[in-house]
């Protein structure tokens, strides 16, 4: 390794059945600028040639965690993140791409703001043959705000310090992210990195709607949230579709910066 263990990264990529994906986001990681990493893969059983594609590389820096069953994302992540060693650990979709300067913006990021605990990066959008750009709040304050609303964080788009991973593993196996943060932005200073640092693939809707108003009702309950924060799962809910789509142009354009 080029530099000491002090500096390393562990970057975490939990995969399943994502052949048409994966290699894009491994050579993604093997091509950055920053070369001190370790790339774990975390494998569930798949049914098409993932775990073929995995083994394919000759690279010591990648660790492959082959399961012998199904686990759920949740337990997935918790191992890679149980395995990681160095300074800060960073996530990565099998399906999405980190650009070259990533990891290298990110270390140099939280290098210089050691009172931010963990950051994520503004993203180009890619859905449906469209890329858009996305912008989320940047420093600790304004991301805190938002994060009463709707989460303002990409979350392949994460780094952080290794030791708030190990003390705050994932619980929920969906809107995983969105209860991670809400738990940890009580004690953990949060930020984003004013810099297209992924392209990020959205294949289906951001969070079930769901899904969305259970970890707000447990936020609420749970993290002291304000009840007023159920009000934008509850209006998915119950609205029209026609006004849903409304609603829905109006955060892009003007909450969630996506241009």
Known sequence: MGTSMKEHITVIMCAY????????????????????FTLIVVLDPSRDRTLEIIRSY???????????????????????????????????????????????????????????????????LEHKGVIQEIKYPVDPESFK??????????????????????????????AEDHEFFLRISRHYAIGNVPDFLILYRRKKPLMNEWWGLRVRVYGVFKYGLPLYTLLVPLLHLILPSRIRKTLKRIRDKYILRIT
């Open 17 to 36: 059945n994502e052949e048409t994906g994966i290699r894009q986001a491994v050579d993604s990681i093997l091509a950055q600028t920053f070369q001190d």
């Open 58 to 124: 000759d690279d010591a820096r990648i660790m492959l965690i082959a399961n012998s069953k199904r686990a759920e994302v949740a337990q997935s992540r918790n191992q890679g993140i149980q395995a990681a060693q160095g300074k800060y650990i960073a996530l990565l979709d099998a399906d999405d791409i980190a650009y070259p300067r990533r990891l290298a913006v990110q270390k140099q990021y939280l290098d210089d703001h050691p009172e931010i605990d963990v950051c994520g990066s503004w993203a180009h």
């Open 145 to 174: 705000k938002s994060l009463t609303w709707y989460l303002p964080i990409i979350h392949p788009s994460v780094m952080g310090k290794t030791r708030v991973f190990k003390d705050n593993l994932y619980r929920f196996n969906r």
